[in-house]
C-alpha cells in the first residue's frame, strides 16, 4: 500500500517547491549574465575604410597612425571610426549624448580631449539611454576604444589595434535603459556570477521563511485549536 503524504507535509513542501522554481528564475537568468548590462547589445567600434550597416561614422583619420582627423561630412580621410551595437546610436551632439573628442577643423585637423576646439565628434542614443566618454590608458571592460590619442590637446590619433598605438585610449559606452542625464551616464557592468548567486539565495532564505511561517499556523490550527 502506498503511504500518502500528510496534509502537514503537503502544506510545507508544496510551498517550499514553488517558491524555489521563483527563486531559480530570479537568480539563473542573472547568474548567466557575464557581460554588459546593456539590454540591447555592448558598443563596438573599429577602423575601417567604410563602415557596415548599423554602424555610425563618427569620425575619419587621415591614417592608421600618427594622423590628423576629419569629421564624417567634411573629409575625404579613407580610415573611418565606425560604431555600432547599439540600435539607437547616432553622432548628435545634442540630446543624450557625449562628446567623444573636439577637432581643430573639419579636415586636416588635431583633436583634443579637453574640448578646447570647436567642431565636436559625438555619440547620442535614444532617450532614457546612456552614453558616456572617458580617456585612460586601458578600457573598461563595458567600453569600446574608438581611438587611441598622443595628448590632452594638439593631438594627433591613431586607431587601437596594438600596432603604433598612443598610450591614450579614447573610450566609450552606450547602453539602453540608463538615465539621460546628458553627458556621462553609465550603467553598472554585471560580470561573473557573484551578484545572481546572491540573488538566488536571497530568493531561497525567503522562500523558506514563508514555508516555515505557513506550516507553524498550519500546526497551530491542526493541533492546538
Known sequence: MKRKCPPFQAFILAPL????????????????NTGSASSTGGLACTVRETCADGEVEVFRMSAAANAHAGTPGGSSYGNVVCCGGVVSLATNCSGVYDTVL??????????????SYPTAACLSVGAGEAVGCTYDD????????LATISGTTN???????GSNDYATKVCCTATAGGAPVGGVARLPNVSGSSGPNYLALAGLAAALLVALTAGAWYARRRWLG
Not at 517547491?17 to 521563483?22: F, G, K
Not at 593631438?155 to 589595434?161: E, F, I, K, P, T
Open 138 to 145: 586601458t578600457c573598461a571592460a563595458d567600453y569600446a576604444c
Open 102 to 115: 573636439t577637432l581643430s577643423a573639419a579636415d586636416n585637423a588635431h583633436v583634443a580631449s579637453d574640448e
Open 155 to 161: 593631438a594627433h590619433v591613431a586607431d587601437c589595434d
Open 17 to 32: 517547491a514553488l517558491a524555489a522554481l521563483a527563486a531559480l528564475g530570479v537568480g539563473v537568468p542573472w547568474a548567466f
